[in-house]
């Protein structure tokens, strides 16, 4: 509030003597004083943001869009050649597998290979490990995420 106050004195008494000024020259008054009015609300316009910088800086990256159906996507997910098991597909058997890891209090970066196997059955710790995932590991896989939980406390099931 202080600095608007500061600046209308501030134009008030650079305004007076320019008007007068102007006045002396032959300037018509309303038409002095109109334009220093004009001219100090340029100056206020000038000074404000027309940008909003309360975000952070850089902005971040907009959001790669991928064409096509995911259903599309997936079904060309296991190489039919070599059986090698596609990027998309593991990520999704992966993310799968740890939310049933996480159910039973385990995350499947830091969990034994006995205690995953115990939960999702045996092989399924080397499955999601392996370097490339196969068709029948991928097969095993998805048998064990279908059945049902292994209850983690077998005295009250």
Not at 30 to 59: M, N, R, T
């Amino acid at each position: 509030m202080r600095r608007w106050i500061v600046l209308v004195v501030l134009w008030i008494a650079v305004g007076v003597p320019v008007a007068l000024l102007l006045d002396f020259l032959g300037v018509p008054l309303p038409f002095g004083i109109a334009w220093i009015l004009v001219f100090a609300a340029a100056l206020l316009i000038a000074q404000q943001s027309f940008l909003d910088e309360s975000g952070p800086w850089p902005p971040p990256p907009p959001e790669q869009v991928q064409r096509g159906s995911e259903v599309s996507r997936l079904a060309w997910a296991v190489d039919a050649r070599t059986g090698v098991v596609g990027i998309p597909l593991r990520r999704r058997v992966s993310a799968l597998a740890d939310r049933r890891l996480r159910e039973h209090g385990l995350s499947l970066e830091n969990a034994d290979a006995a205690a995953v196997d115990a939960i999702l059955g045996p092989g399924a710790h080397a499955a999601l490990i392996v370097a490339e995932m196969r068709r029948p590991d991928l097969e095993r896989l998805l048998r064990a995420l279908e059945a049902p939980p292994v209850p983690s406390n077998p005295e009250r099931a």
